[in-house]
């Protein structure tokens, strides 16, 4: 593991590891393990393996590789306590041992990407979310997070910004986003169903924007994107008028606040995670501030996207309201974004050789 993650996984560590003592000794089964944030989730457990727990916690990972990459999981392939299993996880699983922890992180998340996989897409969110839900019912898993997104409320009015949990949503259900926007909807409701049929104790997580070491460079989401170009000496490219806001969190921040929802017994509850401590920045703001911090006058340019869909039924603004996870699970972002970009910028050169 490379210092700049080995160094937020201790510090995730550190802020979760009273509540992870649970984990010792069981069985956790991560899907989407060599992507970018069950990578983490990876990592932070073979960190309490290799620090913490006498009796290791076993990690299953399911993933397809169709858009995660197997290196993000080197240094685990040859753990006893690690098990790999290529495996779509739109299709039926079975594990001849317990499963007690499940985290469904197993899905096309970038827009450029699950516009061009939108039945595989829904596949994971549907299908896959059933599935894994049937095997947590038939193990009696202890705890299932879900891993949604805050794009189920769409594009929401001002007056639900910053956006609270009740937020119902203003999401097209025929565009370009709606594979991943809707099948994130109704994977919700399917976690739902089960947590009210059957009292299987689901959790579900709304992410606003995570970055940080991990996202792949080519990954299309917008700040690799900038960070891609900014490192090759290329001007910046914003394929829309660059008046869009988000607030982004930092992948450390994010990740202790997602194993916090997990290791609760909050069940049946919905929390949004991310990082409302700095407002909402434009797209032009971003773009800016990652030109300052790299250190590159590369310049900026707008101009449209070769995916003509690129904009369509992009939120305007997206910022989360967070009083929930605060009050209920004492969570508390706390990098803010020049030294999230500092960390991750580091990381891209570090890891892309730039
Ligand atoms: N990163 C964010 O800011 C963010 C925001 C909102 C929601 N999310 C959600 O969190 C989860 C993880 O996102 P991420 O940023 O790590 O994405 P990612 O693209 O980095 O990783 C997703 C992983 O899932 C795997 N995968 C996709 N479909 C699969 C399938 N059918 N079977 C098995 N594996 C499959 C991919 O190969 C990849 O390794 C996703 O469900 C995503 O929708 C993330």
Same mark, same amino acid.
């Given at each position: 593991?490379?210092?700049?993650?080995?160094?937020?996984?201790?510090?995730?560590?550190?802020?979760?590891?009273?509540?992870?003592?649970?984990?010792?000794?069981?069985?956790?089964?991560?899907?989407?393990?060599?992507?970018?944030?069950?990578?983490?989730?990876?990592?932070?457990?073979?960190?309490?393996?290799?620090?913490?727990?006498?009796?290791?916690?076993?990690?299953?990972?399911?993933?397809?590789?169709?858009?995660?990459?197997?290196?993000?999981?080197?240094?685990?392939?040859?753990?006893?306590?690690?098990?790999?299993?290529?495996?779509?996880?739109?299709?039926?699983?079975?594990?001849?041992?317990?499963?007690?922890?499940?985290?469904?992180?197993?899905?096309?998340?970038?827009?450029?990407?699950?516009?061009?996989?939108?039945?595989?897409?829904?596949?994971? @969110? +549907? =299908?896959?979310?059933?599935?894994?839900?049937?095997?947590?019912?038939? $193990?009696? !898993? /202890?705890? *299932?997070?879900?891993? &949604?997104?805050?794009?189920?409320?769409?594009?929401?009015?001002?007056?639900?910004?910053?956006?609270?949990?009740?937020?119902?949503?203003?999401?097209?259900?025929?565009?370009?986003?709606?594979?991943?926007?809707?099948?994130?909807?109704?994977?919700?409701?399917?976690?739902?169903?089960?947590?009210?049929?059957?009292?299987?104790?689901?959790?579900?997580?709304?992410?606003?924007?995570?970055?940080?070491?991990?996202?792949?460079?080519?990954?299309?989401?917008?700040?690799?994107?900038?960070?891609? @170009? +900014? =490192?090759?000496?290329?001007?910046?490219?914003?394929?829309?008028?660059? $008046?869009? !806001? /988000?607030? *982004?969190?930092?992948? &450390?921040?994010?990740?202790?606040?997602?194993?916090?929802?997990?290791?609760?017994?909050?069940?049946?509850?919905?929390?949004?995670?991310?990082?409302?401590?700095?407002?909402?920045?434009?797209?032009?703001?971003?773009?800016?501030?990652?030109?300052?911090?790299?250190?590159?006058?590369?310049?900026?340019?707008?101009?449209?996207?070769?995916?003509?869909?690129?904009?369509?039924?992009?939120?305007?603004?997206?910022?989360?309201?967070?009083?929930?996870?605060?009050?209920?699970?004492?969570?508390?972002?706390?990098?803010?974004?020049?030294?999230?970009?500092?960390?991750?910028?580091?990381?891209?050169?570090?890891?892309?050789?730039?």
């Amino acid at each position: 593991m490379d210092t700049i993650i080995s160094q937020d996984v201790e510090n995730i560590a550190s802020r979760i590891k009273d509540d992870a003592a649970i984990l010792e000794g069981k069985n956790i089964l991560v899907t989407g393990g060599s992507g970018f944030l069950g990578g983490y989730f990876l990592d932070v457990i073979a960190f309490f393996n290799e620090h913490h727990f006498t009796e290791p916690c076993k990690i299953i990972c399911l993933d397809n590789l169709i858009v995660g990459d197997q290196k993000r999981m080197a240094g685990l392939l040859e753990k006893d306590y690690f098990e790999f299993i290529k495996h779509d996880i739109s299709k039926p699983f079975s594990y001849d041992g317990p499963i007690d922890f499940i985290v469904h992180a197993a899905s096309v998340a970038s827009p450029t990407y699950y516009r061009q996989y939108p039945l595989e897409t829904i596949d994971a @969110n +549907v =299908l896959g979310t059933r599935y894994l839900l049937e095997l947590a019912k038939e $193990k009696k !898993t /202890r705890s *299932f997070l879900f891993m &949604s997104t805050s794009e189920t409320y769409g594009d929401p009015s001002p007056e639900n910004i910053p956006t609270p949990e009740t937020y119902r949503g203003n999401v097209s259900f025929t565009g370009p986003r709606a594979c991943y926007d809707e099948s994130k909807r109704l994977g919700e409701t399917l976690c739902m169903a089960f947590w009210q049929q059957y009292g299987l104790p689901v959790k579900i997580a709304r992410p606003f924007n995570f970055y940080g070491p991990g996202l792949r460079l080519d990954d299309k989401r917008v700040l690799p994107d900038f960070v891609n @170009n +900014v =490192l090759h000496n290329k001007p910046i490219v914003i394929h829309s008028d660059g $008046k869009a !806001t /988000r607030t *982004f969190c930092y992948i &450390s921040d994010a990740i202790a606040g997602l194993f916090k929802i997990l290791l609760s017994d909050f069940n049946g509850e919905a929390f949004n995670v991310g990082n409302d401590t700095q407002g909402e920045i434009s797209m032009l703001d971003l773009a800016k501030m990652v030109q300052d911090i790299s250190g590159k006058n590369v310049g900026i340019l707008h101009k449209a996207s070769l995916d003509k869909n690129y904009v369509t039924d992009n939120p305007q603004r997206r910022a989360p309201d967070l009083s929930k996870i605060r009050r209920m699970l004492n969570y508390q972002p706390s990098i803010d974004l020049k030294t999230g970009l500092q960390k991750s910028i580091a990381w891209y050169k570090d890891n892309y050789h730039l």
